[in-house]
């Protein structure tokens, strides 16, 4: 992958900008959910992060300079994260590979931007995280992942012709991520001529949603998108099968991580889920799995962005 020399010129550009005395470590801040349902998603943050860090200073560092990892945990929660922000510019750290939840990362962004830090988020794809940052000028607020509305562009006209005449149901968790690509979806869904039966949010980390799934099998649900993250969808499609229900799930890229199938258990069977092309078969990325690898980590869902 071609990121290391972008992201060590981006690092340069701010560095020399900011007072430092010479051969100082250059303090790079990794923010995801380290802990939490979704502490694997921050793992995957944390090792494509590592993993770049240690390529970057194998080959002698930033203008002779090495970079540590400050990594801090959100836990994917939006009023977390803006205090998570606020401590890392207190800190003067410059950059930030980060956050995961769009809903972190949208308040996240301006604690940024007042700094003048430079934010790249390797997993939010909500699209106002950078429509709201070029309205407002913000230069160092940056994404290094598709948006939501590519993704709805891609899966709701596939799902209005694959799916014609069936019964389609779009739910998501009432999340900046999970709402907004569930909107994208419908969107296009309904212009390409299919109208779901039903549009819901739900209560994301209930444990128990077999009112859910008993309105699931009262309306005959053919098909179900859910704009959210593993920890419900693995629940939901679990108690599913515990009514004798079944029906095609499809999600975003969200349950790439294998804890889905924890959660889901067989029951999980058949799932699908959109997601960019798989960077591991870029050859150019070849050497950040190896890299990777070698530290003993898998590199699954993120973690290639996060190099990136």
């Known amino acids: 992958m071609k990121k290391l020399g972008i992201l060590s010129a981006a690092i340069i550009g701010l560095m020399m900008s900011a007072p430092v005395a010479f051969a100082e470590d250059i303090t790079f801040s990794v923010v995801g959910p380290m802990t939490g349902q979704l502490a694997t998603i921050g793992d995957q943050f944390k090792q494509g992060a590592q993993a770049a860090a240690d390529a970057i200073n194998a080959a002698g560092g930033v203008e002779g300079r090495q970079i540590k990892l400050d990594v801090q945990d959100d836990q994917c929660d939006p009023k977390q994260a803006v205090s998570v922000a606020n401590r890392i510019v207190a800190n003067g750290v410059k950059v930030v590979d980060g956050h995961a939840c769009s809903g972190s990362s949208i308040p996240a962004s301006a604690v940024y931007a007042e700094a003048g830090t430079l934010m790249m988020s390797p997993a939010s794809s909500n699209p106002e995280l950078t429509d709201a940052a070029a309205k407002a000028g913000w230069p160092t607020i940056m994404r290094l992942y598709t948006r939501d509305d590519a993704q709805g562009a891609f899966i709701g006209p596939w799902i209005a012709k694959k799916y014609a005449g069936k019964n389609v149901v779009i739910m998501h968790d009432k999340s900046a991520y999970g709402q907004g690509v569930a909107d994208a979806v419908k969107a296009t869904m309904n212009q390409n001529g299919l109208k779901e039966i039903l549009y819901e949010g739900i209560n994301a980390g209930e444990k128990d949603y077999a009112a859910l799934v008993t309105k699931l099998k009262d309306l005959m649900a053919d098909v179900v998108y859910f704009g959210g993250y593993h920890p419900e969808a693995g629940l939901i ?71 990136a």
């Open 237 to 307: 499609l679990r108690q599913s099968a515990e009514q004798n229900l079944k029906y095609q799930l499809i999600m975003p890229d969200s349950i790439a991580t294998p804890e889905f199938w924890q959660v889901a258990g067989p029951a999980g069977e058949g799932t699908m889920f959109v997601f960019p092309s798989d960077p591991q078969a870029k050859p150019e990325a070849k050497e950040a799995i190896e890299r990777i690898k070698a530290g003993g980590f898998v590199p699954e869902g993120f973690t290639l962005f996060s190099y």
